[in-house]
């Protein structure tokens, strides 16, 4: 008999994602199944996982311990949001009407809005503003079914504001039920004053903030910008060579308007992920199919900036690469912290199924950010980071468009959302 402080009963669906990760080809096809499924957790890990009958038989809930009617509900792993620019201060509605009377997302660029707007806001931004402004939108992720996000700085773009980024986010970690990841990305575009001295900022970063944002211990990530006037493949190379050198993961934000290889580079230079891809070339589908860099697509970003072109994800998948989604949650090309919107675009407007997009956003996920033993998959000693949707089977996660359909999130083996309101201190 194994004991458990919170067991979850009789689920219609339970969905485990469970299997070999990262999930390639057909495997992606597979979301682990039970029907009527129960769930046992103890000290916020995953005790039991299986059906009705095997619980009855092994597990034992603890006198006080909490248990859920799964009954008419669909259980699956919490979604993993591995992209997010989190902190960020201000907001870019006018922008966005801007784009809607024809200007382009560069075109606004090249008029120092777009990412320099966010930065001049962020900056002025206390500690205490942009915290609240964090806890907010980590309100709204867990009330949508995000359990673990990752969240870059990158609208600070000199040393004291990073670090401000930075230390927001681990404070924004610690007060709430959702874990962040923390990346940091100070070579998200060049700083108004360095405007034309890109090299001067490189060696900021490299010689000064890399160092700091290092001895503080407060990214685990590196990302770096690849694209037409920000950074140059060869100046990508440079700087994730020495943050590399300095400990980090990295992260590529690759082939996004242009396909400048910022795809390969990430597989040569054994990147954790490459994100974006809307432009990857076919050597760079090659690429990243033959390596374990996870090719992050981000689906809002094409229908929030109404482009014509999506990342080939259909083309990516059949070869082999690891595929991830994830929301790219940023005031400029993606406003929204919703994974269900994410998979539900990945299905209508990038040809993957509903089970491939089910995975890439939990499993996968977790993946590309290097925390697939921990989460991302309902299996025995991962943590139990379980969302329960009032839907009627999982397709429907996806056909049922416009509503949220996370009833109870359960967080670490706490319930934390209930009845779709937040239940967390
Ligand atoms: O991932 N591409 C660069 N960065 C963000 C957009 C940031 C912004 O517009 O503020 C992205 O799309
Ligand atoms: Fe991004």
Request: with cysteine; glycine share 8%; charged share 25%.
């Amino acid at each position: 008999m194994r004991s458990a402080d919170l067991a979850v009963t009789h689920c219609g669906q339970l969905i485990t994602c469970r299997g070999v990760i990262p999930k390639r080809k057909n495997a992606l096809q597979d979301v682990g199944l039970i029907e009527n499924g129960c769930i046992a957790s103890h000290k916020g890990r995953i005790v039991f996982i299986g059906n009705e009958k095997a619980f009855k038989e092994e597990v034992r809930l603890d006198k006080n311990g909490v248990s859920i009617d799964g009954s008419g509900l669909v259980g699956l792993p919490g979604f993993v949001d591995s992209h997010t620019h989190l902190p960020f201060a201000g907001s870019r509605e006018k922008e966005f009407v801007l784009r809607l009377e024809g200007y382009s997302y560069l075109q606004l660029a090249e008029k120092g809005l777009g990412i320099q707007t966010t930065v001049k806001a962020t900056r002025q931004a206390s500690r205490e503003e942009l915290l609240s402004l964090c806890q907010s939108r980590l309100d709204s992720m867990l009330l949508l079914g995000t359990t673990t996000t990752e969240a870059k700085s990158g609208y600070g773009l000199n040393l004291k504001d990073e670090i401000k980024q930075l230390e927001v986010l681990k404070e924004a970690g610690m007060l709430h039920p959702v874990d962040i990841v923390p990346t940091f990305m100070g070579a998200h575009d060049i700083p108004e004053e360095y405007r034309n001295r890109k090299s001067d900022y490189i060696s900021l970063l490299i010689d000064k903030i890399l160092p700091e944002v290092k001895e503080k211990q407060l990214a685990e990530f590196f990302d770096v910008f690849c694209e037409e006037g920000v950074f140059s493949p060869d100046e990508t190379r440079e700087l994730i060579r020495a943050a590399k050198a300095a400990g980090f993961k990295i992260k590529i934000h690759a082939d996004e308007f242009s396909g400048l290889g910022g795809a390969q580079l990430a597989a040569e230079e054994g990147a954790t992920s490459a994100d974006h891809l809307i432009n990857i070339t076919e050597e760079g589908i090659l690429k990243l199919a033959q390596s374990q860099t996870v090719a992050s697509l981000l689906p809002v970003v094409s229908f929030f900036l109404m482009l014509d072109k999506r990342a080939p994800a259909r083309e990516l998948i059949d070869r082999g690469a690891i595929v991830a989604l994830a929301t790219d949650f940023n005031p400029g090309s993606s406003m929204t912290e919703s994974m269900l919107l994410v998979l539900q675009l990945a299905v209508f407007t990038m040809k993957m199924s509903i089970e491939e997009a089910v995975n890439a956003s939990t499993a996968n996920a977790a993946y590309a950010l290097a925390r697939h033993d921990d989460v991302g998959s309902l299996e025995v000693g991962k943590k139990t980071d379980l969302i329960l949707c009032d839907v009627p089977n999982y397709p429907t996660l996806v056909y049922h468009l416009g509503i949220n359909p996370v009833k109870h999130v359960i967080k670490n083996g706490k319930l934390v959302v209930k009845d779709g309101k937040r239940f967390w201190e």
